[in-house]
């Protein structure tokens, strides 16, 4: 495996095993995340992403080893700490996850009114800021999450994984089971919300199948196989990987 030059990192996970009774789903991994970039994880089904992320969330303990995230070890912290803690973290899910019987705006606000003291007037200017930027028109802001197209529906999950200006935005399979045009537009919304929210030095962790998008908006791609990182690079440098594996995700 070839390394990556110095970065800083944000999330540091040390030896981390998994096993649900008998079997190790995580298998002594270690990696960072590094601040500031695009991160995906690509792996074939089963090969344990989800449960890496759940991890990072602490919303699963390890077997045996650490993950460190902004510098706080989640294994010292106990589950009220840990559900504080998440609000570092921005979520979009692979079905946006609304609320179906909230608006657009509800679904935005939800998260100010369950972590902040802002005024309505704050609020407002918050949560309309936010639709406005994913691309959200305002005669759109009082839909339900049914009367809103797949994309749009996207749209306003991500403004509402942004609403407490997370440090880190996870994506999980953020493209899959989309169109080729809505897959394109939450690609460049992946991108365009990196960009923007730099400044305050997010970062993003992706989780995905997609090998093609992936190349494209992403700074670095791990490969994970078996609960094991085998691969980790640059994407201009992972689609010229040697592992064998790699190779055969690639060229599916
Ligand atoms: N709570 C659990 N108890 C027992 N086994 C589990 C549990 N969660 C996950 N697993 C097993 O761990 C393995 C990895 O699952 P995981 O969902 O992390 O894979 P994945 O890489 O996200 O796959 P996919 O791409 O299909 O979403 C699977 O064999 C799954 O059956
Ligand atoms: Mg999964």
């Known amino acids: 495996m070839q390394t990556i030059e110095y970065q800083e990192p944000i999330i540091q996970i040390k030896n981390l095993t998994k096993k649900f009774g008998e079997h190790t789903i995580l298998d002594g991994l270690s990696f960072d995340i590094y601040k500031n970039k695009i991160t995906t994880i690509l792996g074939f089904s089963g090969a344990g992403k989800s449960t890496l992320l759940k991890h990072i969330l602490g919303l699963l303990r390890p077997t045996e080893g650490s993950i460190t995230v902004l510098g706080k070890d989640l294994n010292k912290m106990s589950e009220v700490e840990l559900k504080e803690f998440r609000r570092n973290f921005g979520m979009l899910f692979q079905y946006a996850a609304l609320f179906d019987s909230l608006s657009a705006y ?5 998260p100010l009114n369950e972590f902040t003291k802002l005024t309505e007037y704050e609020k407002k200017e918050r949560v309309e800021g936010l639709l406005r930027s994913v691309g959200i028109k305002d005669e759109s802001f009082k839909k339900l ?10 749209r306003v999950g991500l403004a509402r994984g942004l609403a407490l200006n ?7 399979e953020p493209t899959t089971g989309l169109d080729p045009i809505t897959t394109k537009m939450v690609n460049d919304l992946i991108i365009d919300t990196a960009e ?5 030095g997010m970062t993003t962790l992706i989780i995905s199948h997609d090998v093609r998008a992936t190349l494209k908006i992403s700074d670095f791609v791990a490969f994970l196989d078996h609960g094991k990182i085998v691969e980790y690079l640059p ?9 064998p ?5 690639v060229n599916l």
């Open 235 to 243: 994407a201009e440098d992972f689609k010229n990987s040697d592992n």
């Open 106 to 110: 509800e679904n935005v606000e939800f």
């Open 196 to 200: 923007r929210n730099k400044d305050r």
């Open 245 to 249: 594996l790699v190779k055969e995700f």
């Open 145 to 154: 999450p049914s009367e809103l197209s797949g994309g749009m529906r996207k």
């Open 166 to 172: 997370p440090f880190i935005m996870l994506y999980d």
